[in-house]
């Protein structure tokens, strides 16, 4: 299980509030919290006195513990329905900020439950971490800004506690390092075969099998979609598509299999169908799906599911613009045979995705209990109907079935990684539908997702198409369960930094 992943922050189960080993102390409450610190707790009260603003101001107070500071942030009143656990995450980020600010480099964070939330103390602490990451690039210009602290102890009344929630936290923040890592990167030092190094360098001696596609002959055989995406980058060697298999096979009898599909774009031009006005900046973004992909397996293989087997796909292309790009009323045949016509080349990551989904499919048919998904930055539409921070899940039938959406979204709003639930219809599937004689699908509606009905939903039918997945829905001989996940709105926007969603969501719905 060893790894070459993101640098961890150490973290120090702690027993005693009093350890000289610290120099601040980071607690996060909200003002109807009974805190069972007594000793933070009259700190925060007699500051109350002086000023009321600090129930919602973060604060620095001299404390009389060794840490000697304590850096309060406050929730704010936690009272009203819209209220969830998002609060604690943003609040003991900031925490960590300020103390940084404070000069402080071996902080003890305080966790106490909160009656309202059952993950507070988890969300609170990943939060923290989530604030000492640092990206791969500034760890790489400068390794000495490798880590922001020396090490950040964790104290809760019990120390099992402690020590579970130090595991399960270390655990899902590397994952989302990972996701950061390969999202968060610029074009350049996260370019395909980039992507493929840092990959294999992850999982090598791991229980995770990687197998990797990278020769043009076999795109054009097997994953023609992809191949068309990845023709004008092919001309240059270091901007070469990949697609990467990760595979986890468990010790026991498997109870169930998981199919991820990730869309890596790792640059955005548009192609032919070029993004103009300032629309292309931020594209580098577009390799966060299959950047959540590897985040999980690594989930996956530090957890070591006993009853789960995993499969993840990361087609990993750059949608370049050049001589060589594919254009616009291109007919190409897909894995599964259909007809495919090329409207936009700027719906890439569907084509990117669609023949990787096939392979799935066939593979699904005599896989145990398996459930596809395809992980996407792809539509404007997402980002404009749920906003900043919310990613979707979209079912077919037989994920419908098993109330799907509703169990990943329960899991994501308790981990603060939130999903919203969106409905494939009827008019999805007829809007995609091939209109010239001898085409089956319509790759695209002529306009940007932004600027139509439907826009998120759409693709999603596409996907079905194209795949073959539309002759595995409930009334069929073979029925597959299959969910879309756009990740548009969730995986953060230059200059924000990568999020790493849905990584956490997806792990706290299907591995914990
Ligand atoms: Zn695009």
């Known amino acids: 299980m060893t790894n070459n992943g993101p640098p961890e922050t150490k973290l120090i189960v702690e027993n005693l509030l009093e ?12 003002p109807d919290q009974k805190l069972k610190c007594s000793q933070l707790q009259s700190v925060i009260s007699d500051a109350l006195k002086y000023d009321p603003s600090l129930k919602t101001e973060l604060v620095v107070l001299p404390i009389s513990l060794p840490a000697a500071r304590l850096v309060h942030s406050p929730t704010g009143p936690i009272d009203v329905d819209y209220d969830d656990v998002r609060i604690f995450k943003s609040s003991a980020s900031d925490a960590i900020k300020r103390a940084l600010k404070a000069g402080i480099k071996k902080p003890l964070l305080v966790l106490e439950e909160h009656p309202r939330f059952e993950h507070a103390e988890l969300v609170t602490l990943l939060g923290a971490l989530e604030a000492l990451y640092v990206p791969i690039q500034v760890r790489e ?3 000495s800004k490798t880590q922001k602290v020396e090490y950040l102890g964790v104290f809760t009344h019990n120390s099992d506690k402690t020590k579970s929630l130090v595991t399960t936290a270390k655990i899902l923040e590397t994952g989302r390092r990972i996701a950061c890592d390969i999202g968060d990167s610029d074009p350049e030092r996260m370019a395909p075969p980039k992507i493929e190094q840092y990959v294999r360098s992850l999982f090598s001696g791991t229980n995770i099998k990687m197998n990797v596609v990278d020769n043009r002959s076999e795109f054009e055989k097997e994953y023609p979609l ?3 995406v990845d023709r004008a980058a092919s001309v240059q060697e270091r901007h070469r598509g990949r697609i990467i298999f990760l595979e986890y096979n468990p010790t026991d009898t498997v109870q169930k299999t998981l199919f991820l599909v990730g869309k890596g ?3 955005d031009t548009g192609g032919a169908d070029v993004k103009i006005s300032g629309n292309m900046i931020g594209m580098s973004r577009d390799k966060c799906g299959a950047a959540a992909v590897a985040g999980f397996m690594q989930i996956v293989n530090l957890l070591q599911p006993k009853n789960i087997r995993v499969v993840g796909g990361m087609g990993v292309v750059r949608n370049s613009i050049g001589s060589n790009s594919y254009v616009a009323d291109e007919v190409i045949t897909a894995r599964s045979g259909a007809r495919v016509r090329v409207v936009n080349t700027d719906a890439e990551g569907r084509m990117v995705m669609a023949d990787i989904l096939c392979k799935f499919k066939e593979d699904a048919i005599n896989a145990i209990n398996p459930h596809i998904f395809t992980i996407a930055t792809l539509t404007g539409h997402a980002a404009r109907t749920v906003g900043e921070g919310y990613s979707i899940v979209m079912d077919n039938g037989p994920a419908r079935q098993m109330n799907n959406d ?6 994501s709003e308790k981990i603060g990684d939130p999903f919203e639930i969106s409905r494939i219809r009827k008019e999805d599937f007829s809007n995609y539908k091939g209109v010239m004689e001898g085409d089956d699908v319509t790759q695209s509606l002529s306009k940007p997702s932004v600027q139509i009905s439907r826009g998120h939903q759409g693709p999603a039918a596409f996907l079905i198409m194209a795949s073959g997945l539309d002759k595995h829905g409930s009334g069929s001989d073979k029925p597959l369960k299959y969910s879309h996940l756009d990740i548009a709105a969730s995986s953060g926007s230059l200059p924000a930094p990568a999020t790493g969603s849905p990584v956490l969501a997806l792990a706290q719905a ?3």
């Open 226 to 228: 992809f191949e068309a």
């Open 141 to 143: 210009h400068d390794p």
């Open 19 to 30: 350890s000289p080993d610290y120099d601040g102390i980071i607690l996060v409450s909200s």
């Open 510 to 512: 299907y591995l914990i």
């Open 265 to 267: 774009v790792t640059y």
């Open 406 to 411: 509703q169990k990943l979204q329960e899991a």
